[in-house]
């Protein structure tokens, strides 16, 4: 797999969400993928610039 530069410039749900897609081959892999990106603390969600808390069940 290559390696993509990471950005640290804040990007959208939806940005997150297509780059996902685009590695995995179901959307139930993307969804699973995304929950345990919050799950594990790797992405975290913001509201003008303040910390959203992201609830996985």
Do not use: C, H, W
Not at 8 to 16: E, H, I, Q, V, W
């Amino acid at each position: 797999m290559k390696r993509r530069k990471v950005t640290t410039r804040p990007l959208s749900l939806g940005d997150l969400i297509a780059a996902v897609s685009s590695y995995s081959k179901t959307n139930e892999e993307t969804v699973a993928t995304v929950a345990d990106l919050f799950a594990s603390g790797q992405v975290r969600l913001m509201n003008n610039g303040r910390k959203v808390r992201a609830r996985v069940r």
